[in-house]
């Protein structure tokens, strides 16, 4: 994953609360490999009727080059699927901003380059007006946690690991290989602690790491 | 210096060290996959790293399971084939469709003694808190949390807030632990909990079962919180003792004694706290779009006239999915189907609740009940328990998601209305505009008998009175 600080683009409204990951990406969709690519299945039942042709007012179609959406709070909220941000990411966003995001949501957010930028309700409804009228170009800056709308700059809140972590597109299985020796310290004291923590059908395989399992 | 939570216990236990940021690398003693876990076994297939511990790795087909016949579409299959394929390859023991343990995975993992109180488990969905009613620190994740745990073991996590709901009173007849999640839902919002660990406690909490503490645990999400949890006691090790998984002998007696030290110092202070007096909860159920729209089945529905700013758009938009009018009462709600299963509630003591209400009577609408495990199946069969659902007029099926996800085929129509057992009345959850209403067995049993949403304590006095 490539890290990113600055990033100018599109920003549509999607006036709504507890836009959950199930109306992100319904299920159906979900055994489809990523790799054929999952910006269609975006929001797919408000962007499609009920025999699949698109409504052409939904904010995303019309403005389907937006790389910015603003909504309102709880986005995200619900199942872990991180699918949902495969859609958003797949279609071309790159930053979502609301009021409060669903916990795993924001994470997987992190977890695939897309910024979650918490911003205060009454901004929000400050910015959606802006948007009324359609589409405008927003400015989104990581390094100082602001975004420019027309001439308005309002900052937003993210957790200083997560900024760390979109910048410089760190990759977190990389970075725990650095702490293999503490892990394995770790998994020694804990098992004897606890002999347990290795259920007790499985306590045959071996005790340092990887080994197989003995039923 | 406060007393420590058991937030803090379980915390402090699988902590192998923080970084100056103030995220803790954990370890993680169980990782249950799934088939939705494709995309995590492709992206360490990707890197051409192995599962560091398959012996702490357990897969179980659910998701997409078919609960009638063979798999919908090819698709399915394949989902359910590929997580046979990739456990297969890492060595880890998977639970399949052929498997007497298959069930839905927040449901086998304590059948099976794979949950304890005391460890740490991640699951690739946000209904893994369920295993906190055991005293465990399990929480939901996301794919590329699930490669980093099938790669490491560990996961980066920071400490969420904590936050105590402390339940007095009892529970009245007919009303149970979905009533009671459902109830701080409402009163705290679907947002209410983010960034917390929940902590379940009070004499009300104590008093409920394993099943009924899984299902308030497992609701936990619904109102924001990744984690829930109940201190472990004896009702607790009363359910793990003699489970497949679980210590015996000598470290039976070690491991009790570990748990029994995991409760809440009484000293310990909480970020937040929220008090509920269970005595004052009626059957609920939910009117609108997210978990929040919960009402006693008792009231009407919310008028958005009378509400301001989002709030007002936002139940104008539910009611219109939901093809609702306001101010008329809940009862009124006619059904067009029921649906009893999920991993909220399909356990042995959900369908036993079902069964009261439905012995002796007939659905008025269709249905389907799917219980949680293949064992829950057996045992409710060797209750008699599918004969009364079956004889009700409802279909008794395999066990698996379902329709509370709508993966496996299973969904419900456009338009249509179910009662329905499971955690999530969003839109399109159970298939696109399918409407959804949420609610505990007892209550779904009800609304098939009438027809309509229905107070089951009428039903349940009526039995009383014969």
């Known amino acids: ?215 | 210096m406060t007393g420590c939570r058991l937030l803090d216990k379980l915390w402090d236990a699988h902590e192998i060290l923080r970084r100056e940021d103030g995220t803790s690398l954990l370890w993680v003693d169980r990782h249950l996959v799934h088939e939705g876990s494709h995309h995590a076994f492709a992206k360490i297939a990707e890197r051409g790293v192995p599962v560091a511990e398959p012996g702490l790795t357990f897969g179980v087909a659910d998701h997409y399971a078919p609960t009638r016949g063979r798999p919908a579409t090819d698709a399915i299959a394949r989902m359910i084939t590929t997580l046979a394929a990739n456990t297969e390859k890492h060595g880890i023991t998977c639970f399949g469709l052929d498997d007497p343990r298959q069930g839905i995975v927040h449901v086998i993992g304590p059948e099976q003694g794979l949950t304890l109180p005391g460890l740490l488990i991640n699951c690739g969905d946000s209904h893994t808190s369920t295993h906190g009613a055991f005293g465990a620190l399990a929480f939901g994740i996301g794919a590329t949390e699930v490669a980093h745990v099938l790669a490491t073991q560990t996961v980066w996590q920071k400490k969420p807030k904590a936050m105590r709901i402390d339940v007095t009173g009892r529970l009245g007849p007919g009303v149970g632990a979905k009533d009671l999640a459902l109830a701080w839902i409402a009163k705290l919002g679907a947002d209410g909990a983010r960034g917390h660990a929940i902590e379940y406690t009070g004499p009300s909490v104590r008093a409920l079962s394993m099943e009924g503490r899984m299902t308030l645990c497992n609701l936990s999400i619904e109102g924001g919180a990744r984690f829930g949890m109940i201190a472990p006691d004896e009702t607790t090790f009363a359910y793990v003792k003699g489970r497949p998984f679980a210590p015996s002998g000598a470290d039976w007696d070690r491991a009790v004694g570990q748990w029994s030290e995991l409760p809440s110092d009484l000293d310990a202070e909480f970020e937040t706290e929220v008090t509920m007096d269970a005595s004052e909860i009626a059957p609920i159920v939910t009117w609108g779009t997210t978990p929040e729209d919960a009402l006693p089945v008792t009231a009407t529905i919310p008028d958005p006239a009378r509400m301001q700013g989002s709030a007002a758009d936002r139940a104008r938009n539910a009611l219109d999915y939901m093809g609702l009018t306001p101010g008329r009462k809940l009862t009124e709600i006619a059904v067009d189907q029921v649906f009893i299963g999920s991993c909220t509630n399909a356990r042995i003591e959900d369908l036993r609740a079902a069964a009261a209400v439905l012995a002796g009577r007939r659905a008025k609408v269709p249905g389907i009940v799917s219980p949680g495990s293949q064992q829950v199946k057996a045992q409710a069969e060797a209750e008699g328990l599918d004969r009364i659902f079956i004889d009700a007029g409802l279909d008794w099926v395999g066990s698996g998601c379902s329709m509370c996800v709508a993966m496996n085929g299973d969904h419900v129509e456009p338009g249509k209305r179910c009662a329905s057992t499971t955690n999530r009345n969003f839109r399109g959850r159970q298939g696109r505009d399918a409407r959804t209403h949420l609610m505990s067995p007892a209550m779904v049993a009800a609304a098939a008998v009438t027809g309509h949403l229905t107070d089951v304590r009428e039903l349940l006095k009526e039995r009383e009175v014969a």
């Open chain 1, 1 to 215: 994953m490539s890290g990113w600080s600055n990033h100018t683009g599109l920003a549509v409204a999607l006036d709504r609360e507890n836009v959950d990951t199930d109306q992100l990406i319904p299920a159906r969709f979900m055994s489809t490999p990523r790799s054929e690519g999952y910006g269609d299945f975006l929001l797919y039942d408000f962007r499609n009727d009920a025999h699949g042709n698109p409504t052409p007012d939904f904010p995303l179609n019309a403005v389907p080059n937006a790389s910015i959406l603003m909504s309102r709070r709880n986005f995200g909220s619900g199942s872990s699927r991180e699918a949902a941000v495969y859609a958003l990411v797949d279609f071309g966003i790159r930053v979502v901003i609301a009021p409060s995001f669903g916990d795993i949501f924001a994470s997987n957010s992190v977890n695939n380059g897309l910024l979650p930028a918490r911003v205060s309700e009454a901004e929000v409804d400050a910015a959606i007006a802006m948007l009324a009228d359609g589409a405008k170009e927003v400015t989104v800056d990581l390094t100082d946690k602001t975004i420019r709308l027309g001439n308005t700059t309002i900052e937003f809140t993210l957790d200083d690991v997560w900024q760390q972590k979109l910048i410089n597109g760190w990759d977190d299985i990389d970075l725990t290989q650095n702490h293999k020796q503490a892990i394995a310290a770790f998994r020694a004291q804990h098992v004897q602690r606890m002999p347990w923590a290795i259920p007790v059908q499985q306590t045959n395989f071996r005790s340092a790491g990887r080994g197989t399992v003995s039923q």
